[in-house]
């Protein structure tokens, strides 16, 4: 286990800047998500952490040790791909000894290491079996444990379930966190979803452009978001955005308000027509469309009565559900 420290982290690629001095303090044993669409640099800010990207400017400690020049072998990391990258013509077994056998352990603390870490990924009926002869959760069962048998300080997670399943990525990110709860170590983790941020995360670092627009714990960002970005990234469905003029903020530029905070109302102060409804069982989602053009989405209980498609109704929301943010995005407070 370990703390592990960027500074001022940076990362240029030419005459192209591509991440903006990121600055995160990661306590010993702490779950950290990178979180943010694809091209706002959040893996290459994980492979610098690994050692496979160079580092710009900044600085990245590992338990209080400079790593910037130091090879990915000797950070004491261990990295777990999108795409598995187990060899195909090794066993389970062969897939997680290597690192070991490389590294010259000993040929019976090798078979421990290895016992231990099936047994805790449930892989001991796979061992003898070639990576083709396994589902794609059982495959990244043996990059997980891969991984595990060399004790690693940090592990370093770069989008590891994108290809799976539905069903398959929520049981995979609860036993992840489930293991790294047990296993107590350090951990990085990219994704570019935020239901898997907010469900992994002790806190999460979200990305956009290279600059981390806010780091914290995901329900404090969101509950409180500190950019349009955030508040539009974070949450699903996504904010609402509208007029400063429809709730009067000092300093806004624009509102924004979260589906589940706005509601149908005949005498709402804002008029907008139905586009369709999804029925998601126990909730509705209303699609609206403003007079101006604007889209809006009310999250609503399933038992209330729907509106018709095309029908004109009221929208409305308590003013202290609304959130203002500037010209530039920036989060704006009333009063």
Request: some cysteine; glycine content about 10%; aromatic content about 6%.
């Amino acid at each position: 286990m370990a703390t592990v420290t960027l500074k001022d982290l940076r990362k240029t690629f030419g005459k192209t800047q591509v991440i903006h001095g990121i600055d995160i303090d990661i306590a010993d044993g702490e779950f950290i998500v990178i979180v943010g669409p694809s091209g706002c640099g959040k893996s290459t800010l994980l492979r610098m952490v690994a050692g496979l990207e160079t580092v710009t400017g900044g600085e990245v400690t590992i338990d209080g040790r400079l790593v910037n020049d130091v090879e990915p072998m000797d950070r004491d990391i261990a990295m777990v791909f999108q795409n598995y990258a187990l060899y195909p013509h090794m066993s389970v077994f062969d897939n997680m000894a290597y690192g070991l056998k490389i590294a010259k352990v000993p040929k019976p603390e090798i078979a421990d290491r290895v016992a231990q870490a099936a047994k805790l990924l449930q892989l001991e009926p796979y061992l003898n079996r070639k990576p083709r002869e396994l589902s794609g959760g059982q495959r990244q069962r043996v990059a997980m444990g891969r991984a595990i048998v060399r004790k690693p300080a940090v592990f370093l997670f770069d989008e590891p379930l994108s290809n799976l399943d539905a069903k398959l990525r929520v049981q995979m990110r609860l036993e992840i966190k489930a293991l790294q709860r047990e296993l107590g170590v350090t951990a990085l983790y990219v994704t570019h979803d935020q239901v898997e941020a907010m469900t992994l995360a002790d806190r999460m670092i979200v990305m956009n452009a290279g600059v981390a627009d806010q780091i914290g714990r995901p329900l404090d960002v969101y509950a409180d978001p500190q950019t349009a970005f955030v508040a539009g990234f974070i949450g699903s469905p996504p904010t609402n955005f509208l007029k400063s003029g429809a709730t009067a903020i000092p300093g806004a530029a624009q509102i924004g308000i979260r589906p589940e905070h706005m509601r149908l109302s005949d005498t709402g102060r804002l008029r907008a027509h139905v586009g369709y409804s999804e029925a998601l069982g126990a909730e509705t989602l209303v699609h609206l469309r403003l007079a101006d053009g604007t889209q809006v989405t009310v999250r609503q209980d399933a038992g209330l009565a729907l509106p018709r498609e095309g029908q004109e109704t009221g929208i409305d929301w308590d003013d202290d559900r609304a959130m203002g943010f500037d010209q530039a995005g920036r989060r704006v407070v009333a009063g």
